[in-house]
C-alpha cells in the first residue's frame, strides 16, 4: 500500500520541461534586468565605462 503523497509527488515530463523553462527565464529576466538597472545607477554618478568614441575626442584636442 502507498501513501497519496508518493502519487501527488509525480510530475510528468512535460510539466517538468515547462517547469525548467520557467525557472531558466526568470533566472535570466532578473539577471538582464539587474545590469540595465545597475548600468543606469552607476551612470548616474558617472561610474560607468565611458564609450570608446568618449576616448577619441579627449585625444584630438
Do not use: C, N, W
Amino acid at each position: 500500500m502507498h501513501s497519496v503523497s508518493v502519487y501527488l509527488a509525480y510530475i510528468d515530463p512535460g510539466t517538468g520541461a515547462i517547469v525548467l523553462q520557467f525557472l531558466i527565464a526568470g533566472i535570466a529576466g532578473i539577471a538582464i534586468f539587474f545590469r540595465g538597472a545597475v548600468g543606469k545607477f552607476l551612470g548616474f554618478f558617472g561610474i560607468g565605462k565611458s564609450s570608446p568614441d568618449a576616448d577619441e575626442d579627449e585625444t584630438e584636442e
